[in-house]
């Protein structure tokens, strides 16, 4: 059993910056972030798999850029230009599954707590 937790999110100003992170307890193949907007349903942001295959979500592309320590476990989000439409509560997750993409990590077990991101005008 995989244990994720996230750290970084908080209160930041449209086009402001936030970089998350993501401490898993061991490896995992894919890794990546998903979010929730009160009253939306949960959505994948990123994923990237441990030979670096990166997937984005058309709403952040350009301006989010996953990354990952695999020495160390851990899973970044560096969030750029942030809008308000940003504002979610960001989750962590993994699985082993092939091919990452959003629609597997959303099918794992292995989820963070969440870490909350406020963008405000």
């Known amino acids: 059993q995989v244990q994720l937790v996230e750290s970084g999110g908080g209160s930041v100003q449209a086009g402001g910056s936030l970089r998350l992170s993501c401490a898993a307890s061991?490896?995992?193949?894919?890794m990546g972030w998903l979010r929730q907007a009160p009253g939306k349903e949960r959505e994948g942001v990123a994923t990237?798999?441990?030979?670096?295959?990166?997937t984005y979500a058309e709403s952040v592309k350009g301006r989010f850029t996953i990354s990952r320590d695999n020495g160390n476990n851990t899973l970044y989000l560096q969030m750029n230009s942030l809008k308000l439409e940003d504002t979610a509560m960001y989750y962590c997750?993994?699985?082993?599954?092939?091919?990452?993409?959003?629609?597997?990590?959303?099918?794992?077990?292995?989820w963070g707590q969440g870490t909350q991101v406020t963008v405000s005008s």
């Open positions: 997750a993994a699985s082993e599954s092939y091919p990452c993409y959003s629609g597997s990590l959303r099918l794992s077990p292995h």
């Open positions: 061991g490896y995992s193949y894919c």
């Open positions: 990237i798999a441990s030979d670096g295959w990166t």
